[in-house]
C-alpha cells in the first residue's frame, strides 16, 4: 500500500484555521486508500501514526519563521521511508521540499494561501516574512505536483509563480463533513451566549486577521437593520494593531446599537455549529479568501451565505442560490484591499440587509446551501482525487 506522509503545522487537537481542518478530514479518508502518516507541530499526540515536533530549544528566542524551519527539518528526517510526501501551507513547505530532496521522493503541496498576496504578514513576522516567502517559494516551484483548493487560487499560484508548469497545478477543492456540520436544533449554546432567538443574527466566524476583513463588517453593521444582533465569534488577532482597530469599532458599534456579543475564545466546534444554525444569514467579508471552507460549514448548517466575490469563494457560494455574493474591486498590489472601501462596507451592508428583512428568503438560501455541501464538498471524494494526484507523480 502507498505510504503518504501528510506535513502540517496544525493537526487536532491543535487547529486554529481551515488548513488544520483541511488536514483533519483528508487524513481520515486518506487511510482507506494509502498508508497514512501525519507529521505536525506542537504537543504529542496519541492518535495513531501521528507524529508532533516541538520548535528546537536552541531557537527559542528566534524570530517565529525560523523556528517553523527547524521544526520543518525534523519533520523531513521524520519522513524517511513515504512514498510521497503532501505538505500543507508554508508552514510545512519547507520540510515536504527538504524531504523530497533528502530521501528522494516526490513531494505534492496543498496551497491554502500565497505568501505574495498577504503582505499585511510582514506586520505579525517582520524579517521572517522574507522566510516564509523563501519556504513557500522554492517548494512551489520546485514540487512534483500543486494542488490548488479552488480554480481562483490555482489562477492565483500561476500569476505568482509563473515558472510553475501550469499542468502541474490541480484543482481539489476542501470538504465539509455534513455528518458533523449539519443543523443542531439545541438552544444551550445560543442562550448562554446571549442571542435572542426572537431577533434575527448576523454570524461571523474567524480569526482576525487582515485577509478576513472584519473591520469593513463592523462598519457595514452600524447600517443593519435595528433589530439584527451581531455574533462574532473571532479571536486569535495577528497583531496588537489589528486586535486594537477591532475592538475600537467593535466599542463604537456597542455604543450605538443593542445585540453586539462579541465572543474573543474559541468556542468548541459543535457550539460553533449551535450558533450557526440559529442565525439568519452567515457572513464572510474576507479580502482574500482562497476558497473560504467557513462558509461550507455555514451552508451545511442550512445557513445563507452573504459574502465577499473574491478568490475561491465564488465556487463555494452559488450567487442568488445559496447566498449573496458581494462584488469587490480589488487594488492589485497584492494586499486585497478594496478600491472604493465605502462601496465595499455599503454593499455588504445591502447584502447582509436584504436577507434579515426576507427571512423566507433567508430560508430558503440555507436549506439549498445544505444541499449544495452535500452533492459537492464530500471529504470521500476528495480523497480519492487527492490519490490520483499522487498516482500521477509515482
Known sequence: MLRADLISREYPPEVY????????????????????????????????????????????????????????????????????????????????????????????LTTHSLEPLRPWKAEQLGGGYALSSFCEKTAIEAADAIIAVSGGMRRDVLKAYPTVDPDRVHVVYNGIDTQLYQPDPGTDVVERLGIDRNRPSVVFVGRITRQKGLPYLVRACADLPSDAQIVLLAGAPDTPEIAAEVAALVADLQKTRDGVIW????????????????????????????????????????????????GGIPEVVADGETGVLVPIEQVQDGTGTPVDPERFVADLAAALTRLITDPQLAERMGKAGRRRAVEKFSWARIAEDTLDIYRTVL
Open 263 to 310: 465572543v474573543q475564545e474559541m468556542l468548541p466546534k459543535q457550539e460553533v455549529i449551535q450558533v450557526l444554525t440559529h442565525a439568519t444569514v452567515f457572513v464572510c467579508p474576507s479580502i482574500y479568501e482562497p476558497m473560504g471552507i467557513v462558509n461550507l460549514e455555514a451552508m451545511a448548517c442550512e445557513t445563507a451565505v452573504v459574502a465577499t466575490a473574491t
Open 17 to 108: 484555521g481551515g488548513a488544520g481542518v483541511h488536514l483533519e478530514y483528508l487524513a481520515r479518508d486518506l487511510r482507506a486508500l494509502a498508508d497514512v502518516r501525519v507529521h505536525c507541530f506542537g504537543a504529542p499526540r496519541d492518535e495513531a501514526g501521528v507524529t508532533a515536533y516541538p520548535e528546537p530549544a536552541e531557537l527559542a528566542e528566534a524570530n517565529a519563521a525560523l523556528r517553523t524551519m527547524g521544526v520543518n527539518l525534523a519533520i523531513a528526517q521524520g519522513c524517511a521511508g513515504a512514498d510521497v510526501v503532501h505538505s500543507h501551507t508554508w508552514y510545512a513547505n519547507f520540510a515536504g521540499h527538504t524531504a523530497k530532496l533528502l530521501h528522494g521522493i516526490p513531494h505534492v
